[in-house]
């Protein structure tokens, strides 16, 4: 599975976007990218995923670069409740299902 | 509908005890998967499962044995326990159509394990 890179931690204020990078420059075609994230210590969520057209569920939005080798997790109105640990991971849909987690950007909405 | 069950919350050990921590979901999925989680790091896979009878190795398998004889259930035994141990163990599961993953994980609330 392809490496990604997120930076470490952002800030964000409470009502506005929150905009997550993440980059996967050795992405592969048949490899997806999914978010997930992390609340404190409790076990992590799944927000979305997508292949290379954007998504958007009640949770998010997700936007692939045309290129893919890079994407960026949208929380259109963030809440002190998306505080968290968000997590960018690459995989393909077939062979073992290991998703591999990195360190995350850990996100941090303000007040 | 509970999703996926982790038992216990909270376990102290002592080296070379050995124990197993539970994992249960009532979703009919067939994958599940435990990993570890030390602090200030990622989750790394232990051992994974695509179905009843089938099990395999993650990343970090070394000291733990698991087994899958129902859909339901995917045991993670600690066979003697050590301090590098200590950790927080997440058990996953999703929905898996032969070949392909097409699904997002769902986490239980973990176990938090510390051995002395």
């Known amino acids: 599975d392809a490496k990604t890179t997120q930076p470490t931690s952002m800030d964000c204020a409470e009502g506005r976007a929150a905009n997550l990078p993440c980059n996967h420059s050795?992405?592969?075609?048949?490899?997806?990218v999914y978010w997930y994230r992390q609340i404190h210590s409790q076990g992590p969520q799944y927000i979305i995923h997508g292949l290379k057209n954007n998504e958007t569920n009640e949770m998010a939005s997700l936007i692939i670069t045309e290129d893919r080798k890079s994407s960026t997790l949208i929380l259109p109105h963030a809440t002190l409740r998306d505080t968290a640990v968000y997590y960018c991971i690459v995989r393909a849909l077939t062979g073992a299902n290991n998703l591999f987690f990195g360190t995350g950007t850990r996100l941090t909405v303000i007040p | 509908n509970a999703g996926v069950t982790q038992t216990p919350k909270f376990q102290v050990l002592k080296t070379g005890q050995s124990m197993t921590l539970q994992c249960a979901q009532d979703m009919n999925h067939e994958y599940m998967s435990w990993y570890r989680q030390d602090p200030g790091m990622g989750l790394r896979l232990i051992h994974y499962?695509?179905?009843?009878?089938?099990?395999d190795q993650g990343e970090v398998p070394n000291g733990y044995n698991v087994s899958r004889s129902t859909t339901e259930d995917f045991p993670l035994r600690l066979l003697s326990a050590a301090p590098s141990q200590t950790s927080v163990y997440f058990c996953?599961?999703?929905?898996?159509?032969?070949?392909?993953?097409?699904?997002?994980?769902?986490f239980g609330s973990g176990t938090r394990l510390t051995v002395v």
């Open positions: 050795t992405i592969s075609g048949n490899e997806y």
């Open positions: 996953a599961s999703s929905l898996f159509s032969g070949t392909v993953f097409n699904y997002g994980y769902t």
């Open positions: 499962s695509v179905g009843a009878g089938i099990t």
